[in-house]
T-cell receptor, first 112, second 113 residues
Framework: DAKTTQPTSMDCAEGRAANLPCNHS???????VYWYRQIHSQGPQYIIH???NNETNEMASLIITEDRKSSTLILPHATLRDTAVYYC?????????????FGAGTTVTVRA | EAGVTQFPSHSVIEKGQTVTLRCDPI?????LYWYRRVMGKEIKFLLH????????ESGMPNNRFLAERTGGTYSTLKVQPAELEDSGVYFC???????????FGPGTRLTVL
């Protein structure tokens, strides 16, 4: 069962930053926050993950609040190819549970 | 580096028939996962292999589903006999270590008529 809450959908203008929120108020100390996305007709794609520090890679930035109860995925300059369903997933690292629990995600539509 | 590949990309079968889906993970990835999305539902975990061993098959819906990974390389998922509710997209993923990011294949779209 998904342990996160995300908005159902959001629109973003091409070239602007897209800020995707995620609530995970019951997150445990050993659980990381992962973000994946699924572009139409493709398999899910890993974006980024973090524990408590902010993280940045070539795709996005992840901002995690100090209490770790929520986070924001930032796509700095959204393009039309970023239109996808974005999934925020919490996942423990120290257990034997390696599966990803996908929720409904946020459908992001980037408009020209 | 080749990604995760799945075969076939689409399969249409009659209820009661058997279908076998294949997944080739990224070379060197010991961890292999199967997931599926049935119509209108969320993506759900089916099972996890570490090399040729089933580590977790808690998501397998029933005994009509059989997954194998002989030799610890490619994996097959057989559905026998297929039912209407098995229709959906079946994804395979692989990862190098247990906690590394999972790389997904494009999926196999299964339609049971």
């Amino acid at each position: 069962d998904a342990k996160t809450t995300q908005p159902t959908s959001m629109d973003c203008a091409e070239g602007r930053a897209a800020n995707l929120p995620c609530n995970h108020s019951t997150i445990s100390g050993n659980e990381y926050v992962y973000w994946y996305r699924q572009i139409h007709s493709q398999g899910p794609q890993y974006i980024i993950h973090g524990l408590k520090n902010n993280e940045t890679n070539e795709m996005a930035s992840l901002i995690i609040t100090e209490d770790r109860k929520s986070s924001t995925l930032i796509l700095p300059h959204a393009t039309l190819r970023d239109t996808a369903v974005y999934y925020c997933i919490v996942r423990a690292i120290s257990s034997n549970d390696y599966k990803l629990s996908f929720g409904a995600g946020t459908t992001v539509t980037v408009r020209a | 580096e080749a990604g995760v590949t799945q075969f076939p990309s689409h399969s249409v079968i009659e209820k009661g028939q058997t279908v076998t889906l294949r997944c080739d993970p990224i070379s060197g990835h010991d961890n292999l996962y199967w997931y599926r999305r049935v119509m209108g539902k969320e993506i759900k975990f089916l099972l996890h292999f570490v090399k040729e061993s089933k580590q977790d098959e808690s998501g397998m819906p029933n005994n009509r589903f059989l997954a194998e990974r002989t030799g610890g390389t490619y994996s097959t998922l057989k559905v026998q006999p297929a039912e209407l509710e098995d229709s959906g997209v079946y994804f395979c993923a692989s990862s190098q270590g247990r906690y590394n990011e999972q790389f997904f294949g494009p999926g196999t779209r299964l339609t049971v008529l």
